[in-house]
């Protein structure tokens, strides 16, 4: 099979390509994937595209050129192509779409020298692979990695690039995967893909990972406290501020038998801190940043309890993380629309994870500092609850490589031009 792989650079990739050593710190889905294909698919070409967002364009990672990067620990090379920084600042706003059509084109020369049985893209270059895909009819595989917020909105949109994306949407894609997270992707793509096109929704993998037995970042974590867990990119999405917030109002005697661990990097993790420094909070609060795999395991096995306030789902990567390690969940209840969600009921029942009713900021925060009290208050709540997580984790949660072995399978099949869907029986 020729393949060729495309997605957008990762925030998590982004080290990676400044060091030169291949070690993503997000986006499990997909690099894992990377590294499944490129041992076991040799004839794969990976394509990296720059996207940027704001007035500003920014970005993790960013290059004003094309490059192509060999990085230790990946044995194929990666072509990175530019973004907005490549076209001159006299383009204003425009620069980004100017910049995707620079990208389309050299994607599509790449295609025709090539000549690929499969083109595989993640969801944040759906727009090229809609047209890829009305190229090469039913030889295009595009990946979601969950519905986003404002994807719900997209069928009702009247904006000019959402028009193009309703169009890319329907395109005759060969396969679409969409993460079963709990954010309601098979109703979606029900909604918003060509009737005929061949989809399915698959839980992501998890892996029990050897834990860094010294792990820097979490020394500074007192002995004896109950450790309370934020995981994950530090965006509006996922509440954050909330969650410190909440940490911050909790009475003095809890707070003395408290530690809150935010492991984790995004564009709010500045202000995070700087909000707790304001309040005098240092010692209650451990900033860990973006951690290796390694790491992770450590600040999951150090913990107690997890929370998580993501708006968009309830099932994403860091909480099947956290149930793997046999953590207290604590979430936001779903939206409304995706409140009978079959997975989410299935891996979060009410024995197992404790539910934030949506509403206000202030609610939300008063409801999580009751729910934090009672368990601090209650060891043998919190201890029940957890060994309830560890018992269905061990039933429900299957490993990375099984999961990826049936995506690999199905790529396989859509460059055969076989029936695709076949493969996710099991």
């Known amino acids: 099979m020729r393949l060729i792989f495309v997605s957008r650079v990762m925030s998590g990739f982004a080290a ?17 994937l990377m ?20 007035f500003d364009f920014q970005a993790p990672w960013t290059t004003s050129r094309d490059i192509e990067l060999r990085l230790a620990g990946f044995p194929a090379p990666m072509r990175v192509l530019a973004g907005a920084h490549a076209l001159p600042k006299v383009f204003g706003r425009l620069r980004g779409h100017l910049a995707e059509l620079r990208q389309l084109l050299i994607l599509l020369a790449e295609i025709r020298r090539f000549r690929p049985d499969a083109v595989y893209f993640e969801r944040g270059t759906a727009l090229l692979a809609g ?7 039913g030889r295009v595989v595009l990946r979601l990695l969950g519905i986003l917020p404002w994807m719900n909105e997209l069928a009702a949109s009247r904006s000019i690039y959402h028009c193009l994306l309703r169009w890319a949407y329907r395109a005759p894609f060969g396969l679409v995967i969409c993460s079963e997270d709990g954010s309601g992707g098979e109703s979606w793509m029900a909604e918003n893909l060509a009737r005929d096109v061949p989809r399915v929704v698959m839980l992501n993998g998890v892996d029990s990972q050897p ?6 970042a979490l020394r500074s974590i007192p002995d004896g406290r109950v450790v309370v867990l934020m995981l994950g990119r530090l965006e509006k999405l996922r509440r954050c501020e909330d969650f410190i917030e ?10 003395a038998r408290i530690h809150a661990l935010v492991v984790g990097d995004g564009p709010l993790r500045a202000q995070l801190v700087e909000r707790v420094n304001r309040a005098g909070g240092q010692e209650t609060f451990t900033f860990a940043g973006a951690l290796p795999p390694q790491g992770v395991a450590a600040a999951l096995r150090r913990s107690d309890i997890y929370v ?10 860091t909480t099947l993380e956290a149930l793997r390690a046999g953590l207290c969940p ?5 939206p409304g629309h995706l409140a009978d969600d079959r997975a989410t009921k299935r891996l979060l029942p009410a024995d197992i994870a404790i539910r934030i009713p949506r509403g206000p900021a202030d609610e939300v925060r008063s409801t999580l500092v009751r729910t934090l009290a009672r368990l601090v208050a209650a060891p043998e709540e919190l201890s029940r609850r957890r060994a309830r997580v560890a018992a269905i984790a061990t039933t429900e949660l299957g490993d990375w490589d099984a999961r990826l072995s049936r995506e690999l399978e ?3 099949r859509v460059a055969d031009g076989r029936s695709p869907t076949e493969a996710a029986v099991g």
């Open 246 to 255: 909440a940490v911050l109002a909790l009475p003095d005697d809890c707070r």
């Open 131 to 137: 047209i890829v895909a009305r190229l090469m009819p």
């Open 410 to 412: 199905m790529i396989e």
């Open 308 to 317: 998580m306030l993501n708006d968009m789902c309830c099932l994403t990567n």
């Open 16 to 32: 990676s390509l400044r060091d030169g050593i291949w070690a993503p710190t997000g986006a499990p889905a997909i690099h894992r």
């Open 330 to 334: 604590v979430v936001l209840e779903p």
């Open 211 to 216: 834990a860094d037995p010294d792990q820097p």
């Open 35 to 54: 590294s499944k294909i490129v041992t076991g698919v040799p004839d794969t070409r990976f394509i990296l595209l720059c996207r940027e967002a704001g």
